[in-house]
Nanobody, 127 residues
């Protein structure tokens, strides 16, 4: 299984980016998928997730209302639309997918729930 995150870049505060995650060897429609981020000197933190087998989505409080996670099952991709970006959103963003089983809701916020990880894409918000 390989996940590939893309779409990062440099954007001004208030701007938008859309991150994309593609997969080989795994079907996103059958797995839970999450986005995490890690800023320099900080731990990896939860950003957003979509629950396995449902359309239920979860967001970190810091991004709720600004970010939207979505699945494109036809193309086996997951997107993270990021609007109203702030300097504190600067980080490497990772997509991740769950393995077997159906994690409970609270598990989606934890890195240990995810079996597969992409390589990360850098997002820099700066004027």
């Amino acid at each position: 299984v390989q996940l590939q995150a893309s779409g990062g870049g440099l954007v001004q505060p208030g701007g938008s980016l859309r991150l994309s995650c593609s997969a080989s060897g795994l079907t996103f429609s059958a797995n839970g998928v999450g986005w995490f981020r890690q800023a320099p000197g900080k731990e990896r933190e939860f950003v957003a997730a979509v629950r396995k087998g449902t359309s239920s989505t979860y967001y970190a409080a810091s991004v709720k209302g600004r970010f939207t996670i979505s699945k494109d099952n036809a193309n086996n991709r997951v997107y993270l639309q990021m609007n109203a970006l702030r300097p504190e959103d600067t980080a490497v963003y990772y997509c991740a997918a769950t393995g077997r089983g159906n994690p409970i809701m609270s598990s989606y916020f934890q890195t240990s729930t995810y079996s597969y990880w992409g390589q990360g894409t850098q997002v820099t918000v700066s004027s």
